[in-house]
């Protein structure tokens, strides 16, 4: 059974930064993009960033140049190094990787960890 899990989170002050990682374990065959998103109250899951198998990366606007997404493959794991943290930045963030399971099926499906909590006080 494949199971995607988050670490990191916390309560920080605005300024502050935390490290949060997801670690994904089960019968793996690759994996493709893996990606941060997050969901403050009240609103929709939003991007945050993702990383390509070949390192490539995007951000949304809003964390551009404070955030920093990593990967190492051999461990079967990604990172949100977030920096400069802000009060908006207060939700829960989720990891998401396309994996595939199986050599014999060239397909890669979703899959979502449960999501941590980060809060950024004033």
């Known amino acids: 059974q494949v199971q995607l899990v988050e670490s990191g989170g916390g309560l920080v002050q605005a300024g502050g930064s935390l490290r949060l990682s997801c670690v994904a374990s089960g019968s793996i065959f690759s994996i493709g993009v893996m990606g941060w998103y997050r969901q403050a109250p009240g609103k929709q899951r939003e991007p945050v960033a993702d990383?390509?198998?070949?390192?490539?990366?995007n951000y949304a606007d809003s964390v551009k140049g404070r955030f920093t997404i990593s990967r190492d493959n051999a461990k079967k794991t990604v990172y949100l190094q977030m920096n400069s943290l802000k009060p908006e930045d207060t939700a829960v963030y989720y990891c998401?990787?396309?994996?595939?399971?199986?050599?014999?099926?060239?397909?890669?499906?979703?899959?979502w960890g449960q999501g941590t909590q980060v809060t950024v006080s004033s």
């Open positions: 998401k990787m396309k994996l595939r399971l199986s050599w014999t099926r060239p397909v890669e499906d979703d899959y």
């Open positions: 990383i390509t198998s070949g390192g490539n990366t």
